[in-house]
């Protein structure tokens, strides 16, 4: 395990705010190797899954229901800027992330909801590219961290080949191998082929990372059928000529809304991982 897989207590605290701004926040993502600066697409907490795992606190009325664009970038520009001076770094949980974890690592579109069910998707692509080409550079990418399901949308394709000219990364969710298995985390109404063909068809036009939670549900883990049936969604993509670049394999973090929703202890990931790295020869990441 090296270090990025040892939970730090910078990693532990996800809160997804910064002061009073309503649409970027910055995060120390193990995932992301260093800074992550969240852009949330949906403050009005709507998604089209409903995971069993699901972070974001709907107990709570939102603050806007509305993206303001204008707003979003003088958002994101500050946020920078506070970044760039180290001021990030003065205040907990900041202050706790090593120097290895301090490095901008990229822009994500990650938030409150689904991005891709925001209707201006490519317009807030193209926005975030621009600010990043002013600022920072091409060394920071832009990573989309979708549920998938709006991946066919003509909008959102568009917003895609914005991303891949401006070192974007596509991060998809799969958590389960079987229909069953996906209502019962994922509890969308979206149909699970829908979400495979546009996995398949987005990987098939630039690499993507697969990242999948694995959990314990009421006490007991993913069943073996579940597990192998996962394991042969990957093999297929990777027949069809999806290019996955890394799955990454991870548990529940934090307590979920659902007390029955627990993490899937360290042993049980790695038994997982090895089996996709046996079965399609694919780069995984286990964090767990
Ligand atoms: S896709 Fe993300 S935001 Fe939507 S319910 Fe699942 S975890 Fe929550």
Redesign the pocket.
């Given at each position: 395990m090296n270090e990025v897989n040892a939970p730090l207590a910078a990693h532990r605290d996800h809160r997804r705010e910064w002061k009073d701004f309503l649409y970027v926040y910055p995060v120390i993502s193990r995932r992301s190797h260093g800074v992550s600066l969240g852009v949330n697409l949906n403050p009005d907490k709507i998604?089209n899954?409903?995971?069993v795992?699901?972070e974001?606190d709907r107990r709570t009325p939102p603050r806007t229901r509305i993206v303001d664009l204008d707003l979003l970038e003088r958002e994101l520009r500050a946020l920078l800027d506070v970044w760039k001076s180290g001021d990030l770094f003065r205040a907990p949980p900041f202050a706790l992330a090593p120097p290895e974890a301090r490095r901008l690592n990229d822009i994500a579109f990650s938030g409150?909801?689904?991005p891709t069910t925001f209707a201006r998707f490519s317009e807030a692509c193209a926005l975030v590219a621009r600010v990043k080409r002013e600022t920072v550079g091409d060394s920071v990418k832009i990573v989309l961290i979708t549920?998938a399901a709006g991946l066919d949308r003509a909008d959102v394709r568009r917003g895609l080949d914005i991303l891949d000219a401006n070192q974007g990364e596509v991060w998809a969710?799969l958590d389960a191998g079987t229909e069953a298995g996906y209502r019962l985390v994922?509890r969308s109404s979206v149909r699970f082929d829908r979400i495979l063909k546009n996995i398949e068809a987005t990987g098939k036009k630039r690499p993507i990372c697969i990242q999948s939670l694995f959990l314990k549900v009421r006490g007991k883990g993913p069943p073996p059928e579940e597990i192998a049936a996962y394991v042969e969604r990957l093999r297929h993509l990777v027949a069809a000529g999806s290019r996955i670049q890394e799955v990454q394999v991870y548990t529940v973090a934090r307590p979920t809304p659902e007390v029955w929703a627990t993490a899937l202890p360290a042993g049980d990931l790695e038994a997982i991982a090895r089996r996709v790295r046996d079965a399609t020869g694919l780069t995984v990441g286990v964090y767990p």
């Amino acid at each position: 395990m090296n270090e990025v897989n040892a939970p730090l207590a910078a990693h532990r605290d996800h809160r997804r705010e910064w002061k009073d701004f309503l649409y970027v926040y910055p995060v120390i993502s193990r995932r992301s190797h260093g800074v992550s600066l969240g852009v949330n697409l949906n403050p009005d907490k709507i998604c089209n899954f409903d995971c069993v795992y699901c972070e974001v606190d709907r107990r709570t009325p939102p603050r806007t229901r509305i993206v303001d664009l204008d707003l979003l970038e003088r958002e994101l520009r500050a946020l920078l800027d506070v970044w760039k001076s180290g001021d990030l770094f003065r205040a907990p949980p900041f202050a706790l992330a090593p120097p290895e974890a301090r490095r901008l690592n990229d822009i994500a579109f990650s938030g409150d909801g689904e991005p891709t069910t925001f209707a201006r998707f490519s317009e807030a692509c193209a926005l975030v590219a621009r600010v990043k080409r002013e600022t920072v550079g091409d060394s920071v990418k832009i990573v989309l961290i979708t549920d998938a399901a709006g991946l066919d949308r003509a909008d959102v394709r568009r917003g895609l080949d914005i991303l891949d000219a401006n070192q974007g990364e596509v991060w998809a969710k799969l958590d389960a191998g079987t229909e069953a298995g996906y209502r019962l985390v994922n509890r969308s109404s979206v149909r699970f082929d829908r979400i495979l063909k546009n996995i398949e068809a987005t990987g098939k036009k630039r690499p993507i990372c697969i990242q999948s939670l694995f959990l314990k549900v009421r006490g007991k883990g993913p069943p073996p059928e579940e597990i192998a049936a996962y394991v042969e969604r990957l093999r297929h993509l990777v027949a069809a000529g999806s290019r996955i670049q890394e799955v990454q394999v991870y548990t529940v973090a934090r307590p979920t809304p659902e007390v029955w929703a627990t993490a899937l202890p360290a042993g049980d990931l790695e038994a997982i991982a090895r089996r996709v790295r046996d079965a399609t020869g694919l780069t995984v990441g286990v964090y767990p």
